[in-house]
């Protein structure tokens, strides 16, 4: 048998194009001669896409997305991206696994964070497993490909969802029907980013004098929420988690130095229709209403009525086959997806006893918006600002 430096250069080409691993592939390159001159033919760069391909194929799709995506963006000023309808452009798209690999380490960075918040009350607790770290960590890599999909706030939610049907390509069926039935997830993640960033607002809001604050109140109807929501929200959509994270390691005056722009940007934009305007609604409510929008009864799968997410006595436990997650009887934790079977079965949790299949009116769904928004009730407007939430009545 000759040896495989002997072989022709067709078959070693067909050899190494089926390693995995970038990595494997450097080293093939560095044993001998013989593949060490393959690198500087042109065909070389092909090859390394291929391996590349081959490594990153059994990601889930909105990782090498979320790659290809903010690959597209970089480099173009916001004024660029409102002129590029991206859905039209046929992009090489650069194959860079060391981007990847950053995305995955920064996405990590905020899982830890976010088990460490969940299991602080819960000492002799085992550490996550594999399943629970991938189901967060994926959680969090769909937030930030909505962040990073929402780059023209003018146009909003109908170009956002087509952006990302654009970047994920034959795996958007995929991606709607994963996380269609982990929305409690989704949710559970987003509340955690929120955790993290809430208290910018309010702590800008004591530097402000009164009069600047009655002016911003004239923007917007509620600057508790504002303050709580809105202001976080813009964070996250204009900087992306990697921004973010950067932001959460400073202290906390320079996070209020970098957080200090979107205090303002309401008012300072209000004359100015080429800015990037946020509009309070859709920046509110940007996340609330994507993962409401990935529910559908046909996502209303046994999957959850089969899950230990229930932490009340039997008589509560009816499932809804028909209803979202949010609607379910009272103590259905659907945001409590991301922990394993076996876990929550030791906490004592239960799946349900029964399944109603009755589908409800289609007008008694209320969104998810609804329950989250209309019913978070502020706590800290004062009269003079005039909050339109204070003024409805109690549901």
């Known amino acids: 048998m000759s040896p495989i430096v ?68 970089a ?17 090489d798209l650069k194959q860079d696994l060391d981007g990847l690999v950053d995305l ?39 937030l930030w490909l909505w962040m990073e999909c929402f780059y023209e706030p003018t146009k ?24 269609g039935t982990h929305l409690g997830t989704l949710l ?19 530097r402000k004098s009164r009069d600047d604050l009655e002016q911003l109140s004239g923007l917007c109807p509620c600057l508790d929420q504002y303050f709580s929501i809105g202001i976080p929200n813009m964070l996250l959509i204009s900087e992306g988690l990697d921004g973010v994270k950067a932001l959460l390691e400073h202290s906390l005056h320079d996070q209020l130095v970098g957080a200090a722009p979107y205090f ?29 929008n990935f529910w559908s009864p046909s996502l209303s799968s046994p999957e959850l009525s089969s899950r230990p997410l229930w932490n009340l006595p039997p008589h509560m436990r009816i499932y809804r086959h028909y209803a979202p997650p949010w609607q379910q009887p009272k103590g259905f934790q659907h945001m409590a997806t991301f922990w394993d079977d ?23 769904h209320e969104s998810l918006e609804s329950v989250v928004l209309d019913r978070n009730h502020c706590t800290g407007c004062l009269p003079s600002w005039g909050c339109e939430f204070q003024k409805r009545p109690l549901s």
């Open 188 to 206: 559970a993640c987003y509340f955690f980013l929120m955790s993290q960033l809430e208290h910018l607002g309010r702590l800008l809001a004591l």
């Open 75 to 91: 480099g173009k000023t916001y004024r660029e991206l409102l002129g590029i309808n991206p859905f039209l452009i046929d992009i």
């Open 6 to 73: 002997e072989l022709p250069p067709e078959l070693k080409l067909e050899i190494i194009c089926h390693l995995d691993s970038i990595a494997d592939l450097t080293s093939v390159s560095h044993t001998c001669r013989s593949f060490h001159d393959m690198t500087k033919e042109e065909y070389w760069n092909t090859v390394e896409k291929t391996v590349f391909r081959n490594e990153t194929a059994t990601l889930p799709p909105e990782w090498n997305s979320l790659s290809d995506l903010r690959y597209f963006k």
């Open 264 to 292: 303002d940007h309401l008012v300072e934009t209000a004359d100015d229709i080429y800015s990037p305007i946020f509009d309070w609604e859709n920046t509110a409510s940007y996340f609330i209403t994507e993962i409401n």
């Open 156 to 179: 909003r939610l109908d170009v956002m969802r087509g952006l990302i049907g654009w970047a994920l390509g034959e795996g958007y069926s995929e991606y709607q029907m994963t996380h």
């Open 342 to 364: 076996e876990r929550l079965s030791r906490w004592g949790w239960r799946p349900s006893f029964d399944i109603d299949f009755i589908p409800p009116p289609p007008t008694s």
């Open 104 to 142: 995955r380490k920064t996405v990590r960075w905020f899982t830890r964070r976010f088990f460490q918040q969940q299991l602080k009350d819960k000492p002799g607790e085992a550490a996550p497993s594999y399943t629970e770290i991938a189901r967060v960590d994926g959680a969090f890599c769909v």
